[in-house]
């Protein structure tokens, strides 16, 4: 049973507007999340995170919001560019930082 | 930067075969992981060490052992290859603080 879901496989969006990727989990007891961003034939890169502790985290055009009540989080990438089209992929861990769960991923396609 | 390597990117290896998938880290990390992916199923985790000679299951070992002698270096090892087996293999490595993993670029196995 996957603890960590990514229900949209796909999203498709035009070059300068928003990407929203979702992500739910299923352990409350996660306090650590991340997303990965993977291109074909490599391996997965570390792109932002959030402790259970904040509910946004910033980076240039990525922001990661956090609500925990719904078990859920989001990416948020503005503006978004070719360049982002990759996989990404929502992952959570406990205290321990040990081992991380992945969801299945979203295949992101940003359109010129 | 941290560097996971990956000895092979491509392997094609016959049923019934023996199969090791090598993984080297360069910056003393404990803890290494072995994942595969598959499309719809995002990143499922097969092994994981802790140390040297350490080494625990994870959600998918059915099929598949490891090997950990040297704290850099992490092999998986498929004791008698199977088609259900082919996959994108990945290994990553972490160190205590949360930043995340660092993945290697991944071996692309196919079994005929």
């Known amino acids: 049973d996957q603890q960590v879901k990514q229900n949209s496989p796909s999203l498709s969006v035009q070059e300068g507007r928003i990407s929203i990727l979702n992500c739910d989990y299923t352990?409350?007891?996660?306090?650590?999340f991340l997303w990965y961003k993977k291109y074909p034939a490599e391996g997965p890169t570390f792109l932002i995170s959030?402790?259970?502790?904040?509910d946004k985290n910033e980076d240039g055009r990525f922001t990661v919001f956090l609500n925990k009540s719904a078990k859920h989080l989001s990416l948020h990438i503005v503006p978004s560019q070719p360049g982002d089209s990759a996989v990404y992929f929502c992952?959570?861990?406990?205290?321990?930082?040990?081992?991380?769960?992945f969801g299945s991923g979203t295949k992101l396609n940003v359109k010129p | 930067d941290v560097k996971v390597t990956q000895s092979s990117r491509y392997l094609v290896k016959r049923t019934g075969e023996k199969v090791f998938l090598e993984c080297v880290q360069d910056?003393?990390?404990?803890?290494m992981f072995w994942y595969r992916q598959d499309p719809g199923l995002g990143l499922r985790l097969i092994y994981f060490?802790?140390?040297?000679?350490?080494?625990e299951k994870g959600d998918i070992p059915e099929g598949y052992s490891v090997s950990r002698e040297k704290k850099e270096r992490f092999s998986l090892i498929l004791e008698s290859a199977s088609t259900n087996q082919t996959s994108m293999y990945l290994c990553?490595?972490?160190?205590?603080?949360?930043?995340?993993?660092?993945f290697g670029s991944g071996t692309r196995l196919t079994v005929v």
């Open positions: 910056m003393d990390h404990e803890n």
């Open positions: 060490s802790y140390d040297v000679k350490m080494k």
């Open positions: 959030i402790s259970s502790i904040k």
């Open positions: 352990n409350s007891m996660f306090d650590y």
């Open positions: 992952a959570a861990s406990l205290y321990n930082f040990n081992k991380f769960y």
């Open positions: 990553a490595s972490i160190d205590r603080e949360p930043n995340g993993y660092t």
